[in-house]
T-cell receptor, first 115, second 111 residues
Framework: NAGVMQNPRHLVRRRGQEARLRCSPMKGHSHVYWYRQLPEEGLKFMVYLQKENIIDESGMPKERFSAEFPKEGPSILRIQQVVRGDSAAYFC?????????????FGSGTRLTVV | TQLLEQSPQFLSIQEGENLTVYCNSSSVFSSLQWYRQEPGEGPVLLVTVVTGGEVKKLKRLTFQFGDARKDSSLHITAAQPGDTGLYLCAGRRDSNYQLIWGAGTKLIIKP
């Protein structure tokens, strides 16, 4: 397992279209986190998921945004009816379920550009 | 309100100089981590500190966790251009798996 895999690396969408961002966590990691980052800024938490469960979605806008982590397959962050303000880098991270000594392993991100 | 305050926000120094960046909070953390992020990539974990007063060294990088577990520092000796990046601290509170993130220190090392 090469680590956390995110695809696509770059995604261009027109206003009003849907964006689907995928994240495959590291093998053995059952916790997935999605973050958003604007240029020159830190990470903004969006949502925390475990397999088939959303644990905390307090950082995710109530409208247009949704996330899932199904029993099989990658985690998906879905943005409906994208607007220019959705343009950002979206990072996924995963961690194992045990021990706070473990940090997060991040993917390389998906850079979403809304035109 | 930022639970973890990083300072400075931006630092640009010459190669060979030493520097320290800080991560401060009024809250107690059970552990704290430092990450480095390079342009176009995701953050990469550098170190986790767990015990109050703990000091960890990673080559030219020295990480310290405050005695009260409310703050941490990262000291870089003889900085090199390869140290350039965004340095992020993140802390865990109690048994919550989620991390609380600082806003980052952008470090530029000029050759």
């Amino acid at each position: 397992n090469a680590g956390v895999m995110q695809n696509p690396r770059h995604l261009v969408r027109r206003r009003g279209q849907e964006a689907r961002l995928r994240c495959s966590p590291m093998k053995g990691h059952s916790h997935v986190y999605w973050y958003r980052q604007l240029p020159e800024e830190g990470l903004k938490f969006m949502v925390y998921l475990q397999k088939e469960n959303i644990i905390d979605e307090s950082g995710m806008p109530k409208e247009r945004f949704s996330a899932e982590f199904p029993k099989e397959g990658p985690s998906i962050l879905r943005i409906q009816q994208v607007v220019r303000g959705d343009s950002a880098a979206y990072f996924c991270a995963s961690s194992p379920p045990e021990s706070e000594a473990y940090g997060y392993t991040f993917g390389s991100g998906t850079r979403l550009t809304v035109v | 309100t930022q639970l973890l305050e990083q300072s400075p926000q931006f630092l640009s120094i010459q190669e060979g100089e030493n520097l320290t960046v800080y991560c401060n909070s009024s809250s107690v953390f059970s552990s704290l981590q430092w990450y480095r992020q390079e342009p176009g990539e995701g953050p990469v974990l550098l170190v986790t500190v767990v015990t109050g007063g703990e000091v960890k060294k990673l080559k030219r990088l020295t990480f310290q966790f405050g005695d009260a577990r409310k703050d941490s520092s990262l000291h870089i000796t003889a900085a090199q251009p390869g140290d350039t990046g965004l340095y992020l601290c993140a802390g865990r509170r109690d048994s919550n798996y989620q991390l609380i993130w600082g806003a980052g220190t952008k470090l530029i090392i000029k050759p």
